[in-house]
Structure formats: C-alpha cells, structure tokens
C-alpha cells in the first residue's frame, strides 16, 4: 500500500515536471517566433522572386553570348573600380 502511494506520488511529480516543460517549451516557441517573424518574412520575399532571378540569368546570358566584348570590357572596369577603391582606403 505504501509502495503504491509513493509510486503515486512519483508519478504526480513527473507528469507535474512535465507539464512545466510543456509550458516551458510553448513559451519559448512564442519568443522564438516573434524573433524571428521578419527573418520569416525576408525568406517569403526571397523565394517568391526566383522566378524573377531565373528570367534574369536568361537574359543575361543571351546578352553574354551576342555582346561577349562589352561584358569582357565591362569587367574589366569593374575590376578596376573595386582596385581603385581599395587603393583609396589603404590611404586613409
């Protein structure tokens, strides 16, 4: 009898632990979802627009292959301003 009751008692404290962890875990699901709602958002927005990229990267390419010289040359100036640039900061 005395078993049974302390078997009891162990069991009310578990289920009591728990439900504390439940309560624990809902809590924390709701912070993590207010935090990370704009992420979220900004995840919705980036993969809505593949469709976009994928059209893009097409045209691109059709401009690479007719005007492969301008590309080349456009580059190459690219290139130069990024080097131009890091000349001036190594300055200052």
Same mark, same amino acid.
């Given at each position: 009898?005395?078993? +049974?009751?302390?078997?009891?008692?162990?069991? /009310?404290?578990?289920?009591? /632990?728990?439900?504390?962890?439940?309560?624990? $875990?809902? +809590?924390? *699901?709701?912070? !993590?979802? /207010?935090?990370?709602? #704009? !992420?979220?958002?900004?995840?919705?927005? @980036?993969?809505?627009?593949n /469709? !976009? *990229? @994928?059209?893009?990267s097409?045209?691109?390419? &059709? !401009?690479?292959?007719?005007? #492969?010289?301008?590309? &080349?040359?456009?580059?190459?100036?690219? $290139?130069?301003?990024?080097? *131009?640039?890091?000349?001036?900061?190594? &300055? &200052?």
């Open positions: 009898m005395k078993q +049974n009751h302390e078997l009891d008692q162990k069991i /009310k404290s578990m289920l009591s /632990k728990i439900e504390q962890q439940r309560l624990g $875990l809902i +809590n924390d *699901f709701e912070t !993590y979802s /207010k935090i990370m709602a #704009p !992420y979220d958002r900004g995840w919705i927005k @980036i993969t809505s627009t /469709k !976009y *990229f @994928i059209l893009a097409g045209v691109l390419a &059709f !401009y690479v292959i007719r005007h #492969p010289v301008r590309v &080349f040359m456009g580059s190459r100036r690219i $290139l130069q301003a990024w080097s *131009f640039m890091r000349l001036i900061r190594s &300055f &200052f």
